[in-house]
């Protein structure tokens, strides 16, 4: 009964709902998705009470956990569209496809839900909380890095590792953007690696060169789980990595690397998972 009230209550806000993603229509998306999907949802509202929603303020949000039945994974980027403020608050989000179809639109509660954020949004926090912001790379050499071959006089290890951060970065733009943003940063003990920080002459403990070769190139001990990745950070008991293999970024653990923590397609919801807890 609550499901069939409030598909008519929904019918008269249709006009009024934000269209963000194109490629369905809004009767589509509240019919196959909304009520087909997540039926158990709607359990938890009042429906004998009056149904009190607003539109939202098209906020972006990074999915919390994993919905099977949706086919959406965690960190999966989606925009809120409506607001329901009954005695539970829900929220309807539109998620899109790369194509920007719909391709689910489910009732979340808040704590399913995580922040957006972007590096600018970092920068912010940074500023906020007196840490240091490292200057954005200066394009000409952000060029040179991204498109210059390794010294010849490089051993194979090392001209690997410089060539795998350069394919990083041009084939994850929205990662290599930082550095148009700020090279790098260390902000409530998450650190992002920088390209060209220096310190006394010397690239900086961060550099991200520094830190692959330092994985990779070590006579004590290779990690086999971090030898095709290009570790981009850490944070405490965690390492921060790109996976070319699965095409994410991933957070795994610092000690037993084979777990991974959280997996990321997005550079952005990477960042939420590491801001979130620690902003």
């Not at 260390?186 to 690696?193: D, I, Q, R, S, V």
Request: net charge negative.
């Amino acid at each position: 009964m609550g499901v069939f009230l409030l598909s008519m209550v929904l019918s008269e806000y249709m006009d009024c709902l934000p269209h963000v993603c194109g490629g369905v229509s809004k009767k589509e998306k509240l019919s196959g998705s909304l009520f087909g999907s997540s039926p158990h949802v709607w359990g938890l509202f009042s429906f004998d009470k009056e149904i009190k929603m607003k539109r939202a303020e098209l906020d972006v949000v990074v999915l919390g956990e994993d919905l099977p039945n949706e086919g959406l994974v965690k960190g999966t980027l989606g925009t809120i569209v409506m607001v329901f403020n009954t005695p539970t608050t829900g929220y309807l989000v539109e998620f899109c496809d790369e194509k920007g179809k719909t391709i689910a639109m489910p009732v979340l509660f808040p704590a399913q839900l995580k922040r957006y954020f972007t590096i600018g949004n970092l920068k912010s926090l940074m500023v906020e909380g007196n840490y240091p912001v490292a200057d954005p790379v200066d394009p000409d050499v952000m060029a040179d890095l991204m498109h210059k071959v390794a010294p010849v006089e490089w051993e194979d290890k090392k001209r690997r590792v410089y060539e795998d951060i350069q394919r990083l970065l041009i084939s994850r733009p929205d990662y290599a953007d930082m550095f148009n943003i700020m090279d790098g940063g260390e902000y409530n003990g998450m650190t992002l690696y920088s390209l060209v920080q220096a310190e006394n002459g010397e690239p900086a403990w961060s550099n991200i060169f520094v830190r692959n070769f330092d994985t990779r190139i070590n006579e004590i001990y290779v990690d086999p789980n971090l030898n095709d990745k290009v570790v981009i950070g850490e944070e405490g008991i965690s390492v921060i990595v790109y996976s070319f293999t699965d095409d994410r970024f991933e957070i795994r653990d610092k000690v037993s690397s084979d777990y991974v923590i959280e997996s990321h397609t997005h550079f952005t919801g990477l960042l939420s998972a590491l801001i979130e807890p620690v902003s």
